[in-house]
Structures are given as C-alpha cells and as structure tokens.
C-alpha cells in the first residue's frame, strides 16, 4: 500500500516523483535515487533505438546466442551496452548481472547496489513489431563498501530486493517501478524526453479473467498444471499470450490476470530467469496485492545457486495464483 506522505498527482515528472521519495526517508542517500535515473535515461535511448531497428538494420539476428543459447539480435547486444554503460558511469553499482553477460561485470567496490537486468526482454518480437520490454531488479550489496564483491552478494533472496521495475516499448513506452512503497506507472513523452506519471499505486485485481500460457506445450505440462489450464477454460477465462513477458505480465496487472511459464520438455525448470525477471515482477506483483510462485513456493524466497538460474513462474491476482496453487501442489 503506498504511503500517504509521499502520494504525488497524475503529470508529476519523474525526477520530482524520485527526489519526493528521497525526501520523505530522512536516510536516503540519493545513490538509489540516482541509479533510477540512470535506468530511465538509458531506456528513453533503447526506446529511440527499437523505435527506428527497422530502419538502421538493428531488428535482426547476430548469429550469437546468449547465456541461454537463446539467439541474440542486434538489439539485445545496443541494449545491453546503453544500459551497461550508462550504469558503469553512472557510479551508483558494484556489479552488473546481465542475461546477456556469461558473467557478472564488476564496477565499482566503493558503490552499494547491485543490478540484475534483462536489457531486453522478447527480443523475438521485434521484427514483427510487438510490444517488448527491459527488466531490472536492485539489490544492497551484503560485503562491506570498498570490498570486492561476493557470491553472497549476488545470489541474494528476491525479498531482499530494494527497488524493481520494467520498462515496456508498447504502444505507448512506460517506466513502472516500486521501491517497496507501492507501484507506480509512468508514461514516457518523446516531444518533451520526460517520463510523466500516470497511474498511481498499480493495484493488481485480486481476481481475473485472462490466463497467459504457452498451450503448444501443454503436452508437456504437469497434471497440475494441466489441471489449472482446463479450470481456466471451464470457468470461461479468456487465453492471452503474446510472446513477451513484460507486455502479458503489465495486461494482467492492470486487468488481473495470471501468467505461468511452467517446466516443459524443452525447459524442465522452466524458462525464465528467477533474478532477473521473475524476482523483479515478483517484487511489483507483491506490492500491487498479487502473488508469485513456482507454481507451489513463493518465488521470492528462493535463494539462487547461480545468477542465470531458471525458474517455473506462476504470477498475477492474487486468487488465480492460489488456486493454481491448489491444484499443483
Ligand atoms: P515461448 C521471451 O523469449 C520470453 O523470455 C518471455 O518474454 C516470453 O513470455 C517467453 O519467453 C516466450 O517463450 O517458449 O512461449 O516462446
């Protein structure tokens, strides 16, 4: 629930949204204040970039793969470098964990946060348009400042998590973040380069209607799973699935709604990365009243063995994700 000392108006600027938050908690320093700036400067450039990927070649394939042997395309590789560039320089983290790096990139030892990023998220959709998005989660370091930093450090609980957020390049591009005070939107103005606040403390509907399933795999799906999936079509629950987890994961939170990627033949602990995506939609979908799991544990209270770890992922409303947990575990 957000807190009332620090609600601001539909149209405040994004710097005057962040420097209120400073404001209001006497101990911020202005490091997470300005990491966050960094994070949206770096996607106004990324958002120029996939606007005009038609037009200067970028919306195709490298010929690479990434840590997942998932092929890379040229706009993978440009958002990983704005975004790691920008973070590098920007000073505020000791290291970078990056879906598109095999390993963690080490900044700065005198910094305090850390960063788990997904630069961007469905990159197969971009030559055909749909919407995609940037996935970022931020973490305290644990190892004292002016030290190298740990593995403990960066295989961190996703509850530890100070800040989360995703950037979606849809019909309209918007920044949506929490910093543990509730979810707020902001939609970015490319007359005016500014981001704009434009819906106040996201509440996800506690029950929905849409359910957002890969069903070409739905051979491969547990019982339980299949259970859920034949629960949601008996009740009449509408099949939404777009291909990018951001652009399906924002519907469902403004609409209610469920997103599963489970473990399949092709991924048997499932497909998406728990740091950094399905901690940080965790982080936001906590915050709006819904819930996420592993289909049976919450996702947050998972402890990574390793920084690209992947996860089954059920999240959304509250009440879907329950009784998907019912008929699982
Ligand atoms: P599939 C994109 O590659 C992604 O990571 C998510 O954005 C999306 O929801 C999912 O994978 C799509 O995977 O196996 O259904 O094509």
Redesign the pocket.
């Known amino acids: 629930m957000e807190d009332s000392r620090i609600a601001m108006p539909i149209g405040t600027a994004l710097d005057r949204f962040i420097k209120s938050r400073q404001e209001a908690f006497a101990f911020a320093t202005g490091e997470l204040s300005q990491l966050l700036r960094d994070i949206a400067l770096s996607g106004k450039v990324v958002n120029r970039d996939i606007n005009r990927a038609g037009l200067i070649n970028l919306a195709g394939v490298t010929g690479t793969q990434n840590t997942g042997g998932?092929d890379q395309k040229e706009l993978d590789i440009l958002a990983n470098i704005r975004f790691s560039r920008a973070l590098t320089k920007g000073g505020e983290v000791c290291a970078i964990i990056s879906e598109e790096e095999e390993e963690i990139i080490e900044v700065n030892n005198n910094s305090s946060y850390i960063i788990a990023i997904d630069p961007l998220?469905?990159?197969?959709?971009i030559d055909v348009n749909v919407s995609i998005?940037t996935i970022f989660s931020i973490y305290r370091r644990i190892s004292e400042v002016g030290t190298p930093v740990t593995e403990a450090d960066v295989l961190q609980p996703g509850k530890n998590q100070v800040a989360a957020g995703y950037i979606l390049y849809g019909s309209s591009t918007m920044l949506v973040f929490t910093t543990g005070m509730g979810v707020n939107g902001f939609t970015y103005d490319p007359t005016l380069g500014e981001y704009f606040l434009s819906h106040t403390n996201m509440q996800i509907p506690d029950g929905g209607k849409i359910y957002?399933v890969?069903e070409?795999?739905y051979h491969s799906f547990t019982d339980g799973v299949k259970n859920y999936i034949e629960d949601c079509r008996d009740n009449g629950f509408s099949g939404r699935?777009i291909?990018?987890?951001?652009a399906?994961f924002h519907r469902n939170l403004l609409k209610g709604g469920i997103?599963i990627?489970p473990s399949?033949a092709?991924?048997p602990t499932g497909?998406?990365r728990l740091v950094y995506?399905c901690n940080t939609l965790a982080f936001i979908a906590e915050q709006a009243g819904g819930l996420a799991t592993d289909g049976v544990n919450r996702i947050m209270d998972i402890i990574p063995t390793d920084i690209h770890q992947r996860a089954p992922f059920f999240i959304g409303s509250k009440e879907m994700v329950e009784r998907a947990k019912e008929m699982i575990g």
């Open positions: 998932e998220d469905g990159s197969s959709n998005g957002s890969n070409g795999s699935y291909g990018s987890l951001v399906d997103y990627y399949t092709a991924n497909k998406l995506e």
